[in-house]
C-alpha cells in the first residue's frame, strides 16, 4: 500500500457496482466517453471508508462513495469523493438507489418526463438499478406505472415491492398482446433502459405529447451489434414527440439534489430495493457479463470486504 | 351572400395560403388533426378585409387574417379571427412570415433548438415558408447556418438574400459529399421539414447536446407512403441529443407575441421574403400540387382579389 501524499486520501472499499455503462467503455468506437484504457484499474462507482487522509476535507472514518474503479483500495485528491452523511441508510445504497443508477433515474422523471398524475408511464428493466428507482419516482407523481421485466419472478416483485400498478414478462410469448393490454389508452411517459421490440412496441402506443427518455439500450448491445431502429419519425411529429437521450454524469451539478431527495425517501421507507452480491474482486468479471444477460435482481454489487 | 347575422362578420378574403399541412387533412387516417370533412369547405388560412360587421370587436375596413377557407368571402363569429394592426405591411405578409409558417419557424427556433451564438444550424426547404424564416432566426441568433433546398436558383437566394451562410442543393449528384462539406464539425440544431434523406445525414453528423425540431416531413409524402426511419436510436444516447415533434396549432397561446416579434423584425427590414402567387380560386388546386413538388419559391400564395 502506498501512502497518502499531502492533500490526499486511503480508501478501503466495501463495495464495488457494476454498471451497464462499462460494456461501452470497453469498445474502442467513439461512445458517450472515452474508452477504458488498457492496462489501466477499470473505472467503477465505489462506496468505503478513508483509512488515512491528509486532506483537510476528509478524516479517517469517514464514509464516501467515489469513482475508485476495480480495487480494494483507491488513492485520491478528493476530486469525485463524496462524504456520506446517512449513517441510518446502507452504505452500498449509495451505488444503487442513491447512486448513479437512482439519480438516473431522478434526472429522467424529474427533467425529462416530468409524470403528471394520471399519466401512463412504462418502465423497461423494470426492476434494475435504474428502473426500480424511475418506477417508484414515477408512482409518487401520481403516474400509472407499467414495468416491463424479464421473467415472473421479476414481474412479482415489481408489483409486490416497487409498486408499479402492472409489469410485463418481455420473455413471454404473448408479450405484444399483454402490452397491449397493458396499455389500452397508449404510453405519455417511456423510460428506456433496453430498446429493441418493448421499446419499438411502446412507440406505436405513444399518445399526444409524450415523452421518451433514453436511458439505455442494453438490448442492442454494447458492442452495437443489433440497432434499435424507429421504423417512421412521422410518428413523433404526428404524437408530438419528445425523445430525449442522456448520459448522467453530463448533470454532475445536480448529484447533491437528487441524493438528497432519494435519501429521504429511502429514509421514509418509500423507496424498495433490492441487489445481488458477488463475494470478491475476482467475481466481478463473472458478475459483470451476468448482469449484461440479465441475471441479477435489482442493481448487482460486489462486496470488498 | 348572406347578410351577417348579430355577433358575425363577413371577410373579404385578399389572399388564400397553401400550406403542407393541408394534404394531411387529405387522409382519412389519424393525424395530429381531424381528417378534412367531405362536401365542407376547404381549410385554409386567409387574410381580407371586413366588409360587413355586426360584431362588436370588429368594423367595416378592418383587415384580418384567419382560417376562412378556399372561398372568396367568409362569415366569421370572429373566433379565430385576427385583427392586422400593422398597415406597412403588405397584407399577404400575415400568410408566410409573419402568418403561421413564421409563427411555426419561430417557435421551433425559440422553444425547441435555442440555437447559441457559433453553433451550427441546418434547415431543409431552406426558402420554403417555414424554412427561410427559421434560416433568418437562426441567423439573428449568431449561429452558422446551413441551408438544404431543391436547385441552384433557391440555393443562391438562400445565400444572397436570407443571408445563409451555405446552401447545399439536395438534387445535386454529389449532395452527400456537399452536405458533408458544409459540415466538417456536425450540426447542432436541425429544424427538418423535409424528412428523407437530407435528414438522416444530419442525423449521422449531430455533435453532442444536439436537437432536433421536426416540424413537417414533407419528402415522406402526406400520404405516408415514404417512411423518414431513424437507422438506430443509439446515436440519440450517444450524442444526447433531444428529438421534438411539433404542430404550430397546439400554440395558438404564443401567436400574438411571436406576430410581433417577427413584425417588428418585417419592418426593420431584417427579414426577407419571397412569395409565388397563383391568380384566382380556380388556380388553388393547381398551385396546391405543385407546392407538394417543390415548384413554388417562397410562400405559396393563392390571390382573390
Keep these: 500500500m502506498a501512502e497518502a501524499a499531502e492533500g490526499e486520501v486511503i ?29 489501466a484499474i477499470m473505472i467503477g462507482g465505489t462506496v468505503g471508508e478513508v483509512v488515512a487522509s491528509r486532506h483537510a476535507a476528509f478524516a479517517a472514518g469517514d464514509k464516501v462513495s467515489g469513482m475508485g474503479g476495480w480495487q480494494l483500495y483507491a488513492r485520491s485528491t478528493g476530486q469525485g469523493l463524496r462524504k456520506i452523511t446517512r449513517p441510518n441508510i446502507p452504505i452500498q445504497a449509495f451505488l444503487g438507489p442513491l447512486g448513479m443508477p437512482g439519480i ?49 419472478a421479476k414481474c412479482r416483485f415489481a408489483t409486490e415491492v416497487l409498486g408499479y400498478d402492472l409489469c410485463v414478462d418481455h420473455g413471454a410469448a404473448d408479450f405484444e398482446a399483454r402490452l397491449s393490454a397493458a396499455l389500452p389508452d397508449g404510453v405519455d411517459c ?45 410518428v413523433i411529429l404526428d404524437r408530438r414527440c419528445r425523445i430525449e437521450g442522456f448520459v448522467i454524469t453530463d448533470h454532475r451539478a445536480l448529484y447533491p439534489q437528487a441524493i438528497d431527495e432519494l435519501a429521504d425517501y429511502f429514509e421514509d421507507g418509500r423507496l424498495g430495493w433490492t441487489e445481488t452480491i458477488a463475494e470478491g474482486l475476482e467475481a466481478a468479471p463473472e458478475a459483470f457479463i451476468g448482469m449484461l444477460q440479465g441475471k441479477n435482481f435489482g442493481k448487482q454489487l460486489v462486496k470488498l470486504i
Design 11 to 39: 480508501v478501503r472499499h466495501h463495495y464495488l457496482s457494476l454498471d451497464p455503462y462499462m460494456r461501452g467503455r470497453m469498445n474502442a468506437a467513439k461512445s458517450y466517453a472515452e474508452p477504458q484504457r488498457l492496462d
Design 104 to 152: 438516473a433515474a431522478w434526472y429522467g422523471i424529474n427533467a425529462i418526463l416530468v409524470p403528471k398524475a394520471g399519466e401512463v408511464v412504462t418502465v423497461s428493466a423494470a426492476t434494475g438499478g435504474v428502473g426500480s428507482v424511475a418506477g417508484q419516482l414515477a408512482k409518487m407523481a401520481g403516474a400509472r406505472v407499467i414495468g416491463i421485466a424479464g421473467g415472473e
Design 190 to 234: 417511456v423510460f428506456e433502459n433496453v430498446g429493441a421490440q418493448p421499446l419499438a412496441l411502446c412507440i406505436e402506443r405513444l399518445r399526444d405529447f409524450s415523452r421518451i427518455a433514453l436511458c439505455g439500450l442494453v438490448a442492442s448491445g454494447y458492442d452495437g451489434a443489433t440497432p434499435t431502429p424507429l421504423r417512421d419519425l412521422k
